[in-house]
T-cell receptor
């Protein structure tokens, strides 16, 4: 299994641009989530999904959209990038019946 | 919401010194807690969970219900322990919103 994968690894955007961060897992996990990691702020939950077709907001959802059309994929969309969205983004998934999350390698996003 | 706090942003110790990374929780019920670690340029990974009462890489963590704490300890720090450490509640079925601690960066100096 590849586990949780994320693309791209690095991205630079200009203010106002939009883009999609990709996340995929091949472990048939129902639960997937997106976090952003900022110095001194730790990991903050952006959005999560408990299964295909079901998504919900986390702690810091503004400026981000998600969808879950398949169990495997959980893309995160930045609608109009802002410098405040400069961060490292992590995707995670959880196997059914457990309480441990498995993380992807992260995407480092810079918004100029 | 299940919340945890990590009061220290940065902890610097010398190699061979004892280490204690602090974590306090603020929710009731039967708390279960985890420590995740992120080494430089690597993804977050589970270090240990209190329910297992295990010792991973020399680290242990004891749940203290009286002090509502779950501090991570190691008697003799090694340089390879330098990393970012996050305390977190578990991701339970039906409890899908939960919050990591803000993290503590451990720097072990030679």
């Amino acid at each position: 299994n590849a586990g949780v994968t994320q693309t791209p690894k690095f991205q630079v955007l200009k203010t106002g641009q939009s883009m999609t961060l990709q996340c995929a897992q091949d472990m048939n996990h129902e639960y997937m989530s997106w976090y952003r990691q900022d110095p001194g702020m730790g990991l903050r939950l952006i959005h999560y999904s408990v299964g295909a077709g079901i998504t919900d907001q986390g702690e810091v959802p503004n400026g981000y959209n998600v969808s879950r059309s398949t169990t495997e994929d959980f893309p995160l969309r930045l609608l109009s990038a802002a410098p405040s969205q400069t961060s490292v983004y992590f995707c995670a998934s959880r196997p059914p019946g457990t309480d441990t999350q498995y993380f992807g390698p992260g995407t480092r996003l810079t918004v100029l | 919401a299940q919340r945890v706090t990590q009061p220290e942003k940065l902890l610097s110790v010398f190699k061979g010194a004892p280490v204690e990374l602090k974590c306090n929780y603020s929710y009731s019920g039967s708390p279960e807690l985890f420590w995740y670690v992120q080494y430089s340029r690597q993804r977050l990974q589970l270090l240990l969970r209190h329910i297992s009462r295990e010792s991973i890489k020399g680290f242990t963590a004891d749940l203290n219900k009286g002090e509502t704490s779950f501090h991570l300890k190691k008697p003799f720090a090694q340089e390879e322990d330098s990393a970012m450490y996050y305390c977190a509640p578990p991701c339970w079925e039906g409890f899908n919103k939960f919050y990591f601690g803000s993290g503590t960066k451990l720097n072990v100096k030679p």
